[in-house]
């Protein structure tokens, strides 16, 4: 890669990084589904929008659906479920609440997209 080539990438990285830190800073806010209780957001010690950049870098070019805070395993994580143009079902991201470290990356078909969400309806009172 030549230098003027290297220095035109990364102007544009560097351009993307402060669209994306000004867009933060003006309070826009993702327009996924939040499953977040108050209660567990005290206990999190990573924010829900560094647990999305977390889970966005283990499925590039795929978009959040959906997150969701909770205790699994005894572990609190943000549960991503994101979506891939193209690609049937949705990957789902576990991201720890409180170090940030990725706790499994898993495909759900619809199939088992439909068997969680009945079983997700039957615990809710």
Do not use: W
Request: charged letters at 25%.
């Amino acid at each position: 890669m030549s230098r003027t080539a290297c220095y035109a990438a990364l102007t544009a990285v560097a351009s993307l990084a402060f669209v994306a830190a000004t867009a933060g800073a003006q309070g826009t806010k993702p327009t996924y589904r939040h499953e977040i209780s108050a209660r567990l957001a005290k206990r999190a010690k990573i924010s829900e929008d560094s647990a999305a950049a977390i889970a966005r870098g283990k499925v590039p070019g795929g978009t959040i659906q959906s997150v969701e805070l909770e205790m699994e395993k005894g572990k609190l994580q943000y549960s991503y479920d994101i979506k891939i143009p193209g690609k049937s079902g949705i990957e789902e991201v576990n991201v720890s609440a409180v170090d940030g470290s990725v706790l499994g990356v898993e495909h759900e078909s619809p199939a088992t997209e439909k068997k969680e969400a009945a079983a997700e309806k039957a615990k809710k009172p």
